[in-house]
């Protein structure tokens, strides 16, 4: 099945920093989301991004399909920001289940 | 505003019961899911539904059974609850064909006790 990696692994961050959160996946893919997952155990959409770019307030999001990775910045970060950020992908030509890598745990500090 | 919600946050049961968890979505999506989420394991798909009463397995469906009698409500039950099975659950829902977005429902964690 379809591998997807997700670096790094652990990033603490002190408030207003920014930083960039990779996914690599091993296939094409027809779908990929970016969740976030707060400490309260809720996932949270924050992109469906298979290609391109897009933006939303101080998160943004660009995929290379090409090139089968994604990247997920995160500017001027904030405390609420925490949480678990997990890419998922599925398999271009199917219709099946999302594919989940390991996330990113992220810690942002005061 | 696509809405999952799950019956319950928090649940707890004794080993050998019986156990139903409820998720309804509110935007008339074909596909819904059921995962569960373990430190170190990530998330893991037990069961999902592409259409009412149909079902497929999913990576680890042993110990789990589901129904789906309407669109909008999509169950997962633990037939013989065993302490391996406390976890977090999380349901999900999505429209049908190759694009579109995956909701998911703020999770049930259940302890086994």
């Known amino acids: 099945g379809i591998q997807v990696e997700q670096s790094p692994p652990d990033l603490i961050l002190q408030e207003g920093a920014n930083s960039t959160l990779r996914c690599n996946f091993s296939?094409?893919?027809?779908?990929l989301q970016w969740f976030h997952q707060n400490p309260w155990g809720q996932l949270i959409n924050l992109f469906y991004?298979?290609?391109g770019t897009k933006q939303n307030g101080r998160l943004s999001a660009t995929t290379v399909a090409t090139e089968r990775y994604s990247l997920l910045y995160i500017s001027s970060s904030q405390t609420t920001d925490s949480g678990v950020y997990f890419c998922?992908?599925?398999?271009?030509?199917?219709?099946?289940?999302?594919?989940f890598g390991t996330g990113t745990r992220l810690q942002v500090t005061l | 505003d696509v809405k999952v919600t799950q019956s319950s946050r928090y649940l707890v049961k004794r080993t050998g019961e019986k156990v139903f968890l409820e998720c309804v979505q509110d935007?008339?999506?074909?596909?819904m899911f059921w995962y569960r989420q373990d430190p170190g394991l990530g998330l893991r798909l037990i069961y999902f539904?592409?259409?009412?009463?149909?079902?497929e397995k999913g990576d680890i469906p042993e110990g789990y059974s589901v129904s789906r009698e309407k669109k909008e409500r999509f169950s997962l039950i633990l037939e013989s609850a065993s302490t391996n099975q406390t976890s977090m659950y999380l349901c999900?829902?999505?429209?049908?064909?190759?694009?579109?977005?995956?909701?998911f429902g703020p999770g049930t964690r259940l302890t086994v006790l």
């Open positions: 991004i298979p290609s």
């Open positions: 296939d094409s893919v027809n779908n």
């Open positions: 935007m008339d999506h074909e596909n």
């Open positions: 539904s592409y259409d009412v009463k149909m079902k």
């Open positions: 999900a829902s999505r429209s049908s064909g190759t694009s579109g977005t995956q909701f």
């Open positions: 998922a992908v599925r398999l271009a030509g199917t219709a099946s289940k999302l594919t």
